[in-house]
């Protein structure tokens, strides 16, 4: 009922920035979180960053002061704006979003497919 598609990952040196992106379409009511998550080899997804309807951020401490993240309402897609990159962020990288598709519908969460991000010199 929630398509997510990403895009915008790739390979990038150390010290790089790369800019995510994902919009969602489909039967959408109302956005509540989108956020983006990543997932390393060997290692369990954790969330990165997350932006509520009203605009108030979360960031891994991981990213803070590196990654931005941004939503446009309007058009239902989310950003993640990646600057000085480390090989450490090499993962794969999901969107999620919160979402219903009617009024009296409760909230779901969708992911996207993935898009994987490199950073390796």
């Known amino acids: 009922q929630v398509q997510l598609v990403e895009s915008g990952g790739g390979l990038v040196q150390p010290g790089g920035s790369l800019r995510l992106s994902c919009a969602a379409s489909?039967?959408?009511?109302?956005?509540?979180?989108m956020g983006w998550y990543r997932q390393a080899p060997g290692k369990q997804r954790e969330l990165v960053a997350g932006i509520f309807s009203d605009g108030r951020t979360y960031y891994a401490d991981s990213v803070n002061g590196r990654f931005t993240i941004s939503r446009d309402n309007t058009q239902n897609t989310v950003h993640l704006q990646m600057n000085s990159l480390e090989p450490e962020d090499t993962a794969i990288y999901y969107c999620n979003v919160r979402a219903r598709v009617g009024v009296v519908s409760g909230w779901d969460e969708y992911w996207g497919q993935g898009t994987q991000v490199t950073v390796s010199s």
């Open positions: 489909g039967r959408i009511f109302s956005i509540s979180a």
